[in-house]
């Protein structure tokens, strides 16, 4: 199974700064097709998980753009640019590459 | 609007089976898969498996080969899972989730399962 390890375990922003969270896998996520299949989640307090960004780097609807992700086949950065409190919350990266799915450990964030 | 509806909360003595329901509004399960994901309490997010509704086949983690089975009704759109054998350790959040080929872009609310005698 692939293995997806998340840095920090915690993070405390004051808002309008950044903050970045780590994700290193296992394996490399570079798809047969030219795909990086790594995924980002934020399940904010009490509620479902959302994604953030899809296939390392490409904003999911309605994400406003203060999210940006990068990365190698194997290293992966979220950067959120000027904090928000509704950013609060844990975020998790994600693979679909091959069976089983797998998940990091997750990241909270908190607001200073 | 893509909408996933879970059904409520469970409360499951050990050793019994309970089965969730997801019903999905404004898209078609036959074009998608439905993935269930759990979340134990304080923990992070496991992948459970999925169900191509459209032919019933499905995928399992693991750990969940023996404890999930996934099906899925075309005719009312809607995903099952069912859990066997409760344990303790199946105490936990149920989610069910759309993949769109571009992630999880639809998320059921949660369905809370307590195992308890």
């Known amino acids: 199974d692939i293995v997806l390890t998340q840095a920090p375990l915690s993070v405390s922003v004051t808002p309008g700064e950044s903050a970045s969270i780590s994700c290193r896998s296992s394996?490399?996520?570079?798809?047969?097709?030219?795909?990086?299949?790594l995924y980002w989640y934020l399940q904010r307090p009490g509620k479902s998980p959302q994604l953030l960004i899809y296939?390392?780097?490409n904003l999911a609807s309605g994400v406003p753009d203060r999210f940006s992700s990068s990365g190698s086949e194997t290293d992966f950065t979220l950067k959120i640019s000027k904090v928000e409190t509704e950013d609060v919350g844990v975020y998790y990266c994600?693979?679909?590459?091959?069976?089983?799915?797998?998940f990091g450990s997750g990241t909270k964030l908190e607001i200073k | 609007e893509v909408q996933l509806q879970q059904s409520g909360a469970e409360l499951g003595k050990p050793g019994t089976s309970v089965k969730l329901s997801c019903k999905v509004s404004?898209?078609?399960?036959?074009?998608?898969?439905m993935h269930w994901v759990n979340q134990r309490p304080g923990k992070g997010l496991e992948w459970i498996g999925r169900?191509?509704?459209?032919?019933?086949?499905?995928i399992y983690a693991e750990k969940f080969k023996s404890k999930a089975t996934l099906t899925a009704d075309t005719s009312s759109n809607t995903a099952y899972m069912q859990l066997s054998q409760l344990k303790s350790d199946d105490t936990a959040i149920y989610f069910c989730?759309?993949?769109?080929?571009?992630?999880?872009?639809?998320w059921g609310q949660g369905t809370l399962v307590t195992v308890s005698s």
């Open positions: 994600g693979h679909r590459l091959e069976y089983p799915l797998t």
């Open positions: 169900i191509d509704p459209a032919n019933g086949n499905t």
């Open positions: 394996k490399s996520l570079l798809s047969s097709k030219g795909i990086t299949s």
């Open positions: 989730a759309m993949d769109n080929n571009y992630g999880f872009a639809y």
């Open positions: 296939q390392m780097s």
């Open positions: 404004g898209y078609n399960i036959r074009s998608t898969y």
